[in-house]
């Protein structure tokens, strides 16, 4: 399949150059609906811990320039960031997952991988009341940085698929004070480092 090797291999040129490697890696899943600041949690948790952070909007844009967010479009993504996990996790590297990850069936993907490399599986929820995630959306537009095409109608028809995490995990409220919860998963995290 030359467009899924094409697809990780570019992939993984947009990740390097790598962290150091760990002796115990860990795969962080950062899940929520859009708006409730996945990203901003990633990138402070990025800040204290050594890892290739893998943000699904900036992958999708890198992949397709002008995304449609199709279902095949998803799929080819998921695909090759999965295969880029495995790959990253083989080279005991901490590795973060920035994505919606709203359904089980999604996320068992990811826990398969970790137990198949034998990464610690760390899984982190955010969320946010609903008018705090409505106005970050709004605001959306106005940042040229922002990489997220999500507003707040994909919100409410994103709500609609959101399944509980069946893992233990940790749930971090983004409209509040971070810094206990984001202590707690880097201290996870470096666990046996």
């Known amino acids: 399949m030359p467009q899924a090797s094409s697809d990780l291999e570019e992939l993984l040129r947009a990740v390097e150059p790598l962290p150091d490697p760990v002796p115990s ?13 996945k990203s901003f949690f990633a990138k402070k948790l990025f800040q204290l811990v050594p890892a290739v952070l893998l943000e699904s909007d900036n992958l999708r844009k890198l992949l397709f320039p002008k995304p449609t967010y199709s279902i095949e479009e998803s799929a080819r993504l998921f695909k ?33 991988i970790a137990e198949h490399r034998g990464a610690k599986l760390v899984l982190v929820r955010t969320e946010a009341p609903a008018a705090v995630v409505q106005n970050r959306l709004k605001n959306r537009v106005l940042n040229p ?9 994909v919100y409410k028809k994103m709500k609609k698929r959101v399944e509980p995490l069946s893992r233990k995990h940790f749930v971090v409220d983004t409209s509040r004070d971070i810094t206990p919860v984001l202590n707690k998963v880097a201290k996870e995290v470096m666990k046996g480092v």
């Open 25 to 37: 890696p860990a795969l962080v899943v950062i899940s929520g609906l859009p708006g409730t600041g």
């Open 80 to 112: 090759a960031i999965y295969e880029l996990i495995d790959i990253l996790l083989d080279k005991n590297c901490n590795v973060m997952l920035d994505a919606t990850n709203l359904e089980e069936r999604h996320r068992e993907r990811l826990y398969s």
């Open 145 to 153: 940085d922002e990489k997220s095409d999500a507003d707040w109608e």
